[in-house]
């Protein structure tokens, strides 16, 4: 799938979407002065993959989920074909990244307790050692890559 050259309206666009996904295409157009139909846009942003998904963002918490951690797991390499699914089955892990280090996972999880936490730890550590940080507190959420303005064209006149 070939990706189009994005424009300064493509970049507003993903911008404001990124910031609220429930804003309306008509609200889009008056943003970013639009004529054309911005649903188009959006659409073509979407088919060529720069707009991957919508969706709300939940409260943790209030959810009941007060444990959040960084968990730093060594997997062998010959490990990963059994690890991947196991990984992805389990639901308090909201985000697994391969990575580079003394640790080759980096897990972001959610529990209700330290209880659970250490249940979880203790069934991960069958893939190799673990090195757990419990988080106080979050000083940035997470957030969506903002794109930078690309000027506007200027018209030949």
Do not use: W
Not at 4 to 25: A, Q, T, W, Y
Not at 35 to 56: D, F, N, Q, W
Not at 66 to 87: C, D, G, M, S, T
């Amino acid at each position: 799938m070939k990706k189009n050259k994005l424009d300064h309206v493509d970049c507003e666009i993903l911008n404001l979407l990124s910031k609220n996904g429930r804003m309306s295409v008509k609200d889009l157009a008056n943003e970013v002065f639009l004529s054309s139909p911005a649903s188009a846009r959006v659409e073509r942003l979407e088919k060529e993959g720069y707009i991957t998904g919508y969706h709300a963002t939940l409260n943790s918490e209030l959810l009941g989920f007060h444990i959040r951690a960084f968990i730093n797991l060594e997997v062998e390499p010959n490990q990963k074909a059994e690890f991947y699914p196991y990984i992805r089955s389990c639901l308090n892990v909201i985000e697994c990244n391969c990575v580079t280090g003394d640790y080759s996972m980096l897990l972001e999880v959610l529990f209700h307790s330290t209880t659970d936490l250490d249940t979880f730890i203790g069934e991960l550590q069958k893939y190799g050692r673990t090195k757990t940080l419990i988080v106080f507190s979050t000083s940035v959420d997470h957030r969506e890559v903002t794109i930078p303005n690309i000027p506007k064209e200027k018209s030949d006149e």
